[in-house]
């Protein structure tokens, strides 16, 4: 059976899932952004090993620190989401099951980082 598409629309298809190429480019960017990412974080917690609270949310007013935490965070968490995701698609049988798992996944991921956000902005804007 010859089909009606062209070889370009056939090079660009994505697969059954349409979405194969792009999970792919994200995980593989958020893995380049880990880099710096948890650089930063590193020297951020290794500069306070031993600080006092205080000092912490000192360090914390400056915008700049507490938005490089959040951008750190943000890309680690969405990093762990779209591994976990790639983990539930291929171990996990049954469709429900499938799905609930991937739910849960995605509702871990945000309220994980709605609660470490939260505590983030909490200290950079108390006074």
Do not use: C
Request: aromatic fraction near 10%; hydrophobic fraction near 55%.
């Amino acid at each position: 059976m010859s089909t009606m598409k062209t070889p370009l629309k056939i090079a660009r298809g994505l697969g059954a899932a349409k979405s194969g190429t792009e999970h792919f480019w994200q995980q593989r960017l958020t893995a380049i952004f880990n880099v710096p990412s948890l650089v930063f974080f590193l020297w951020f917690v290794m500069r306070h090993l031993g600080a006092s609270h205080l000092d912490v949310k000192m360090s914390l007013h400056n915008p700049v620190i507490a938005l490089a935490l959040l951008l750190a965070l943000g890309n680690v968490i969405w990093h762990m989401r779209l591994g976990l995701q790639v983990v539930i698609e291929d171990y996990v049988h049954g469709e429900g099951r499938k799905l609930a798992t991937l739910l849960l996944n995605t509702g871990l991921a945000i309220a994980l980082f709605a609660v470490a956000a939260f505590s983030i902005l909490k200290m950079s804007f108390a006074s």
